[in-house]
């Protein structure tokens, strides 16, 4: 809902969030695209950082690669893929749940995002700053609940401690986004030797 009531309050046309929410699919890249061209920048430098951010599914598909099998499979399963749905099947106890829960994950976001983006835009045409309810706050919450499960592991905790470490470090210094990329590096201190 963020994200349509934000677009709304840049005055931007709701086809605009809700064509990013069908074909894109990612959040933080569907942020960063609105935000730019709510500043003025143009949609294709928008397009460009929403890429950049939009890097750390190369991981995420490699720790999916399982769970999406087959040719047809594989386009859709990498259109769902998603934080929640990554976190979510990963942190499954079999390989039959996992992939029970990434789909289920990816395709109840895949069908209420643009539903969501559309009440979220009407909403936000009648409330001038959405963070004022504290819509901003519901995507990094449910993250953070995601993740507990994982950080139970020793080299999990130190990589996510270091990876945050340094996106926290580079954030005032870097554009939106790449201290992101950044905490990618953090994967370096949770190497098991």
């Known amino acids: 809902m963020s994200l349509g009531s934000l677009a709304a309050s840049y005055g931007l046309a709701l086809w605009i969030p809700l064509c990013l929410s069908v074909f894109v699919l990612a959040g933080t890249a569907e942020f960063i695209f609105i935000g730019f061209l709510a500043v003025g920048g143009s949609p294709i430098a928008a397009a460009i950082a929403g890429l950049l951010v939009n890097l750390r599914h190369l991981p995420f598909g490699i720790a999916v690669n399982e769970l999406i099998r087959g040719k047809f499979s594989r386009y859709f399963g990498a259109h769902i893929m998603n934080d929640e ?80 470490t340094l996106a926290l470090i580079t954030t005032p210094f870097l554009a939106s986004g790449l201290p992101i990329l950044i905490s990618l590096f953090g994967l370096i201190f949770g190497r098991k030797k």
């Open 85 to 164: 749905s990554v976190l979510f099947g990963m942190a499954q106890p079999d390989f039959e749940t996992k992939k029970a829960a990434y789909w289920l994950c990816g395709i109840g976001i895949m069908l209420s995002w643009p539903l969501g983006v559309t009440a979220g835009y009407f909403i936000g045409s009648a409330i001038p700053d959405p963070k004022t309810f504290g819509l901003d706050a519901i995507f990094p919450a449910i993250l953070i609940a995601l993740t507990f499960n994982a950080l139970k592991n020793k080299s999990t905790r130190k990589a996510a401690f270091a990876g945050s």
